[in-house]
């Protein structure tokens, strides 16, 4: 099955549609695919294979990339591999331009402090994602479904301290189409944030697989070379160049090691921090965390004389007991009553 104008792989860059393109010029994917049935003449279901494919160049533009129309057709195994072109596409262009557009986002954490991602802006600190517990409760077949949706919550910004106060009690719950760059946006969390995934959530992790195989390393079906007067095969092979060219040719660094997982800590670690036994009651926890909240807030701090150094102090354990509240909040909700 081929595209509707042959796509060919070549060292650097891609042909399609009669032009080529640099993998250096890419500076987003957008890419989904999924699976659903619908119901044919006969009345039997026929499996319907739905993929988008899209890239966006640095100048702006955007480059489609589609199959042949199959309307009509019905022959699943046709439909088949017509949707396993554009994955395997997709999975190619992905990991060989995995680099050149980490380092498009990187150089925005450098030159903004933030990357933006739709509406949302990513920052170093992990502002956006005010309880990193939704990134832990997805479940694998979500995770290994690549994470087409990802639930978040938004931090609301108040200028008042008691807006801030309350804050942790009023919260938005939002989802992100994870549409664009997936496999960057989970490399900003893990590295940036902190954020820790297992191996086996990620398909493509700085072009590598969960098993450490180079994604797109492996050739596929069709596209090794062809006898000669056979048509031409969706994908060829990158040409072999010859060993003084690339005498000369620039090699990245590799990358930094991902920083090593967050221990996951339970209901007597979070309760300690809000100065709690194990074991009380939802109100304790909530008058427990109102005290503590008063107590470290800078602007009443500020109110009572404290200096800069301790306005510091009280910010960072004023963070600390927001997060071990967020934390017990979905924990009790969750714990079976009795």
Known sequence: MALAQRMAFFDGGFRYLGRDYLLRDIRHIDWWHGTDRQTGSDGKPIPRYRSRLKITLANGKTVPIRTK??????????????????????????????????????????????VQWDDYQITRDGSLFYRSSYCFNLNDPLVRSMLYSFKLVAMLSHKHWWGKLLMPLVR??????????????LYLLRRHIGLYWPKEALRVYRGVQADGTPVGATVPPGAQASPQGQPVPDYQAP????????????????????????????????????????????TEVKSGYRSLAKRYHPDLMRGRGASAAELKLAEDKLKTVNEAYAWLEDYYRMKPRG
Request: with cysteine; hydrophobic share 30%; aromatic share 10%.
């Open 239 to 282: 040409p072999r160049e010859a060993p003084r060219a690339r005498q000369n040719e620039y090699v990245p660094p590799p990358p930094p090691p991902p920083p090593p997982p967050k221990p996951r800590l339970g209901e007597e670690h979070y309760l300690g921090i809000l100065e709690l036994r194990e074991g009380v009651a939802w």
């Open 69 to 114: 129309s199959q309307w009509g057709t019905t022959n699943s195994t046709i439909l088949q591999d017509a949707h396993k072109v554009i994955v395997d596409a997709a999975e190619i262009l992905l990991a060989r331009s995995f680099n050149y557009r980490m380092d498009a986002y990187e150089k925005d954490f450098a030159q903004k402090g933030y």
């Open 172 to 185: 938005t719950d939002e989802t992100l189409e994870l549409e664009r760059d997936r496999d960057c946006f």
